[in-house]
């Protein structure tokens, strides 16, 4: 298994309130990604970064914003959550070309916003 | 833009049997990868086959089979001798081997395994 944690696996929280999702890897992997993950539309892709410090909007991005300071870690912040943004986060990698393109996935995050 | 379609929201499939999952896409670029995800109910997206647009050839992985119709941009996944274990999302995968290796999910596809 790739070496993926996100932590919190679960969170519930309220409107208005800032939340943080972090995903790890140990793989040393350039491109890390989050989707989110609602019934009836897969995973889109929220914000994606191909490097240390270089990140590109997704899809949905609106509300949502992103850091990556070191190569193994790549966070992500709801800076006021919204009900619209109840969901289940993921954290994805991959090394590109290098190795076959696969996209190796974290195990979600559950997010509740009452 | 480049889109990914699963236009089957649900399959069912009896043990044993064949099952075809749909998927199209849509792009400009020449070269990129395909890719089929399952995710059971434990929430994991598991790798269940991958191709290289630039390979005639379909991929195959024991029971997991591709049919891969470049010119048409389709990408069935044909699962043979269903178990119950395949009961789970699919979903369809497309990232292009150049430029910004975005990777687009489709809706995906429930497949559900009848005894």
């Known amino acids: 298994d790739a070496g993926i944690t996100q932590s919190p696996r679960h969170k519930v929280t309220e409107t208005g309130t800032p939340v943080t999702l972090r995903c790890h890897q140990t793989?040393?992997?350039?491109?890390m990604y989050w989707y989110r993950q609602d019934p009836g539309h897969g995973l889109r892709l929220i914000h994606y970064s191909y490097g240390v410090k270089d990140t590109d909007k997704g899809e949905v991005s609106d509300g949502y914003s992103v850091s990556r300071s070191k190569t193994e870690d790549f966070l992500l912040t709801l800076e006021s959550a919204t009900s619209s943004q109840t969901s289940v986060y993921f954290c994805a990698i991959s090394q590109g070309q290098l190795n076959t393109g696969e996209l190796f996935f974290g195990e979600g995050s559950r997010l509740t916003v009452l | 833009a480049q889109t990914v379609t699963q236009s089957q929201p649900e399959m069912s499939v009896q043990e044993a049997e064949t099952v075809t999952l749909s998927c199209t896409y849509d792009?400009?670029?020449?070269?990129?990868?395909l890719f089929w995800y399952k995710q059971p109910p434990s929430r994991q997206m598991i790798l269940v086959i991958r191709?290289?647009?630039?390979?005639?050839q379909n991929a195959t992985e024991n029971r997991f089979s591709v049919n891969f119709q470049k010119a048409a941009k389709s990408f069935s996944l044909k699962i043979s001798d269903s178990q119950l274990g395949d009961a789970a999302m699919y979903f369809c995968?497309?990232?292009?081997?150049?430029?910004?290796?975005?990777?687009?999910f489709g809706t995906g596809t429930r497949l559900k395994v009848l005894a």
């Open positions: 793989e040393n992997h350039r491109y």
């Open positions: 191709q290289e647009a630039y390979k005639q």
């Open positions: 995968a497309y990232v292009p081997t150049s430029g910004t290796y975005k990777y687009i």
């Open positions: 792009t400009s670029e020449s070269d990129y990868y």
